[in-house]
Structure formats: C-alpha cells, structure tokens
C-alpha cells in the first residue's frame, strides 16, 4: 500500500509542520505546541515545526511564552527583530492546516520550516527526488567533514521522499522556493534534517497579512 503525503502550500493574499482533530477523517493530523505533527503510518510520524522567521541575519522562532494552543489553534508572537510579528496557525477540515502572520515588515519575505528523518529509517534506504527528477538515496553512513552535511540545495516545487516501508512523501508548493537536506549526522546527531523556505506572499500588494495554506492527504497501503 503506497502512502501519498502531499503537502500544498498554496499561498492566498499562504503554515509550518501537536493537540485535537479537526474531524474524523483528518486524525493523522495533530497541532501542538512546536508545530504540526503528521502520522504517516509505517513510515513514522513528521514535525513540520512552527516556521521560524528568515530574515535580518537571523532565523527566528517564536516566543514560547506567547504559544498558546487549544489543538484546533495556535497563536504566537516574536521578538526582536521582528517584534509585534504575529503568527495565527488553524487546522482546517480536508486534511489543510492554515498559517496567517501579521504585522509584517516589508523587508521579510520568507519563513523556513523544518522536519527530521530519523537515522534508523535512513539506515534502511531513503530516497528524494525533486519535481519529478532523479531520485538521490540519502547515504546510509554520515559523512566525515562539514562540506559532507549539504546533500541538496533545490530550488522545487515538488518533493517527494521515498521509505523503504513502501511509503511516499510528497511535498509540493505553487511556486519553487529553496529545499535543503542538511545530514546532521556529521555533528553527531541522529537525523537527517530537511529545510524549506515558502515566500511570504502578501495578501494584499501593500499589506501586512499574508495567509498560506499547507494540505495533507495521507493514503494507506
């Protein structure tokens, strides 16, 4: 049984990757407080974490103190330097979760959210591959040196993550913007960390709001 995990980031005048269901048929979705988790069955489950925003020289996550959660909403706030940024995520029926920032700076124009595969599924063989291209297996050995981290630098709207469990990942957003796959095994850690920075299109031409929208579908073997 093949599992599809299609994320849509489909940005409107466009969320990141713990809490309660939207409804019955979303139960593999749960928000929390460090961000989105999605159960993909036999191939884990995945924290797509609360966006950090990328801008000024720095990647910024929000204010713990201000996240607060009720599993169907979570609101947060950030500090310096983009204090009074706002930040309001929902889970919407049909598998979708809804990012909303507000009072943002002219000059910040991405978020970057995050998600880890965890070496003992790479050590069975994990392939990626990006708007329909050749798939790249993920070295099952870390590399030894800090230029071996960087694994691929794309610029895609499609990504898809092959399992050795038989289950696909696909993440796929309107328009290309930059995925990384960082090994951060070199470091000693026990993951594979992959990075993706959807722009921060805003909802009106002058404004300060922009809304995204991420879309999960998840179907069993």
Same mark, same amino acid.
């Given at each position: 049984?093949?599992?599809s995990?299609?994320?849509?980031?489909?940005?409107?005048v466009w969320?990141? @990757?713990?809490? /309660? #269901?939207?409804?019955?048929?979303? %139960?593999?979705?749960?928000? @929390?407080d =460090?961000?989105v &988790?999605? %159960? $993909?069955?036999a191939?884990?489950?995945y924290?797509? *974490?609360?966006?950090?925003l990328d801008?000024?020289g720095?990647?910024?996550?929000?204010l713990?103190s201000s996240?607060?959660?009720? *599993?169907r909403?979570?609101t $947060? $706030?950030?500090?310096?330097? !983009?204090?009074?940024?706002?930040?309001e995520?929902k /889970?919407l029926?049909g598998?979708k979760?809804?990012?909303?920032?507000a009072? @943002? +700076?002219?000059d910040?124009r991405i978020?970057?959210c995050q998600f =880890?595969?965890d070496?003992?599924?790479?050590?069975?063989?994990?392939?990626?591959s990006?708007d329909g291209?050749?798939?790249?297996?993920i070295?099952?050995? +870390?590399?030894k040196?800090n230029?071996?981290?960087?694994l691929?630098?794309v610029?895609?709207?499609?990504?898809?993550l092959?399992?050795p469990?038989?289950?696909t990942?696909?993440? /796929? #957003?309107?328009? +290309?913007c930059?995925?990384g796959?960082?090994d951060?095994?070199v470091?000693?850690?026990?993951? &594979?960390?992959i990075?993706l920075t +959807? !722009?921060?299109t805003r %909802?009106?031409?002058?404004? %300060?709001?922009s809304?995204? &929208?991420?879309?999960?579908t998840?179907?069993?073997?």
């Amino acid at each position: 049984m093949k599992l599809s995990f299609v994320l849509r980031l489909g940005f409107s005048v466009w969320f990141a @990757l713990l809490g /309660i #269901t939207a409804n019955a048929a979303d %139960d593999f979705l749960q928000l @929390l407080d =460090n961000g989105v &988790v999605c %159960d $993909a069955g036999a191939a884990g489950k995945y924290t797509l *974490g609360i966006p950090a925003l990328d801008g000024r020289g720095t990647h910024l996550p929000p204010l713990a103190s201000s996240i607060k959660n009720d *599993g169907r909403t979570l609101t $947060a $706030a950030f500090g310096e330097p !983009f204090a009074g940024v706002s930040l309001e995520m929902k /889970i919407l029926a049909g598998g979708k979760v809804q990012y909303r920032y507000a009072n @943002l +700076p002219k000059d910040l124009r991405i978020v970057m959210c995050q998600f =880890n595969i965890d070496n003992s599924l790479i050590s069975q063989g994990v392939a990626v591959s990006f708007d329909g291209g050749k798939a790249l297996a993920i070295p099952v050995e +870390p590399g030894k040196t800090n230029k071996d981290a960087s694994l691929a630098n794309v610029n895609a709207s499609k990504m898809e993550l092959g399992f050795p469990s038989g289950e696909t990942l696909t993440m /796929i #957003t309107p328009k +290309p913007c930059w995925h990384g796959i960082q090994d951060s095994r070199v470091w000693g850690k026990k993951f &594979v960390g992959i990075c993706l920075t +959807p !722009f921060l299109t805003r %909802d009106q031409p002058e404004g %300060d709001v922009s809304t995204f &929208v991420l879309e999960f579908t998840v179907s069993g073997k």
